[in-house]
Antibody, heavy 115, light 111 residues
Framework: EVQLVQSGAEVKKAGESLKISCKAS????????IGWVRQMPGRGLEWMAI????????RYSPSFQGQVTISVDKAINTAYLQWSSLQASDTAIYYC????????WGQGALVTVSS | QSVLTQPPSVSAAPGQKVTISCSGS????????VSWYQQLPGTAPKLLIYENNKRPSGIPDRFSGSKSGTSATLGITGLQTGDEADYFCGTWDSSLSAGPVFGGGTKLTVL
């Protein structure tokens, strides 16, 4: 069974850094895309970044290029999303997804950034 | 502005049928499989339909999917109050910044 288990909710201040994680199991980690999707309160789903662990092919949505960094640790089947300087507008739920012709979802992680 | 276009809301009475459309382009729906997701309030999206028209184990056959050209449709028959949720379509976009793309979501109200 595919499982994506994300790190917990975070409360941060504007300007702080943050790294959230997603541990995958139940499938071959290296040979599926894994990425992150943002959902702001009451809004739709926005793709942010995605990586193919086998060859480190990394893609960023133009809306998020330069704003976040995606990375993986193949040794522990874990993907990460990192911010160097959070803004209040980063307040949202962040979902980890495995993409293999469709998305398999983590449970989501609420990130709250206060100004 | 989402890459895939869905109606913001649809509604129907219990027991009735409803369809939700998803419109894209030749670089996304026109080239790749479409999937559909149900998001109940306060929960993560759940896969309903994959590869245009296939249902994962445990999804009732009241839910169906189809695709034609650059559009796709989700159908739900025998509506139940428990079907009230947001529904999203998704696919891969093969343009320059290739990646997964989603519709803006459709709120289903079961009257």
């Amino acid at each position: 069974e595919v499982q994506l288990v994300q790190s917990g909710a975070e409360v941060k201040k504007a300007g702080e850094s943050l790294k959230i994680s997603c541990k995958a199991s139940g499938y071959s980690f290296s040979t599926s895309w894994i990425g992150w999707v943002r959902q702001m309160p009451g809004r739709g789903l926005e793709w942010m970044a995605i990586v193919y662990p086998a060859d480190s092919d990394t893609r960023y949505s133009p809306s998020f290029q330069g704003q976040v960094t995606i990375s993986v640790d193949k040794a522990i089947n874990t993907a990460y999303l990192q911010w160097s300087s959070l803004q209040a507008s980063d307040t949202a739920i962040y979902y980890c997804i495995r993409w293999s012709q469709c998305a398999y979802w983590g449970q989501g992680a609420l990130v709250t950034v206060s100004s | 502005q989402s890459v895939l276009t869905q109606p913001p809301s649809v509604s129907a009475a219990p027991g009735q049928k409803v369809t939700i459309s998803c419109s894209g382009s030749s670089s996304n729906i026109g080239k790749n499989y479409v999937s559909w997701y149900q998001q109940l309030p306060g929960t993560a999206p759940k896969l309903l339909i994959y590869e245009n028209n296939k249902r994962p184990s445990g999804i009732p056959d009241r839910f169906s999917g189809s695709k034609s050209g650059t559009s796709a449709t989700l159908g739900i028959t025998g509506l139940q109050t428990g079907d009230e949720a947001d529904y999203f379509c998704g696919t891969w976009d093969s343009s320059l910044s290739a990646g997964p793309v989603f519709g803006g979501g459709t709120k289903l109200t079961v009257l």
